[in-house]
T-cell receptor, first 115, second 112 residues
Framework: GAVVSQHPSRVICKSGTSVKIECRSLDFQATTMFWYRQFPKQSLMLMATSNEGSKATYEQGVEKDKFLINHASLTLSTLTVTSAHPEDSSFYIC???????????FGPGTRLTVT | AQRVTQPEKLLSVFKGAPVELKCNYSYSGSPELFWYVQYSRQRLQLLLRHISRESIKGFTADLNKGETSFHLKKPFAQEEDSAMYYCALSGGRDNYGQNFVFGPGTRLSVLP
């Protein structure tokens, strides 16, 4: 158990458009989900913590109006990159923390390319 | 502020040799430390965490608060251990989430 999926796995979009990435916990409930960004050959950088039914908590330097996070249910969180620019191109990874535990389970990631 | 350092970007050892992946941290409170592993073309997965004091796939890690370290060790490396290893620290920030900080990662290459 404890599988996390992300959709889409890859997306290419044009500058100025918005892209939505979904993160789902398939077989468990996740009160908290996390969104990370990973640049090539670098470590994961936490962008925001998404809490079901409340506003996300953003890390310093992450624009909340650019990276919209919605955690509408215990199994789904979405990240919307608004007005995308080429510098937003990256690998976005989500993780979900099973309610009542400390462990995070990671999704496979979404590669976003903005042209 | 929380910080995790892994001094080695790449560590190469021969099969059967002992391996130690270093991790040091800075945190003012009582941290929770984790090791995550990412095999080629796979997602990140939890390897072990300090509070469980368990051995997974032959790996162990002991939290040394005096040295603020959480080094990952295995007495006899196997080729299938080749992967990217991330040390991570969690310092609870509020009632909901955890403030996870990942180290830069160490790529372990086990040579035949």
């Amino acid at each position: 158990g404890a599988v996390v999926s992300q959709h889409p796995s890859r997306v290419i979009c044009k500058s100025g458009t918005s892209v939505k990435i979904e993160c789902r916990s398939l077989d468990f409930q996740a009160t908290t989900m996390f969104w990370y960004r990973q640049f090539p050959k670098q470590s994961l950088m936490l962008m925001a913590t998404s809490n079901e039914g409340s506003k996300a908590t953003y890390e310093q330097g992450v624009e909340k109006d650019k990276f919209l996070i919605n955690h509408a249910s215990l199994t789904l969180s979405t990240l919307t990159v608004t007005s995308a620019h080429p510098e937003d191109s990256s690998f976005y990874i989500c993780s979900a923390r099973r309610t009542g535990t400390y462990e995070q389970y990671f999704g496979p990631g979404t590669r976003l390319t903005v042209t | 502020a929380q910080r995790v350092t892994q001094p080695e970007k790449l560590l190469s050892v021969f099969k059967g040799a002992p391996v130690e992946l270093k991790c040091n941290y800075s945190y003012s409170g009582s941290p929770e430390l984790f090791w995550y592993v990412q095999y080629s073309r796979q997602r990140l997965q939890l390897l072990l965490r300090h509070i469980s004091r368990e051995s997974i796939k032959g790996f162990t890690a002991d939290l040394n608060k005096g040295e603020t370290s959480f080094h990952l060790k295995k007495p006899f490396a196997q080729e299938e251990d080749s992967a990217m290893y991330y040390c991570a620290l969690s310092g609870g920030r509020d009632n909901y989430g955890q403030n996870f900080v990942f180290g830069p990662g160490t790529r372990l290459s086990v040579l035949p």
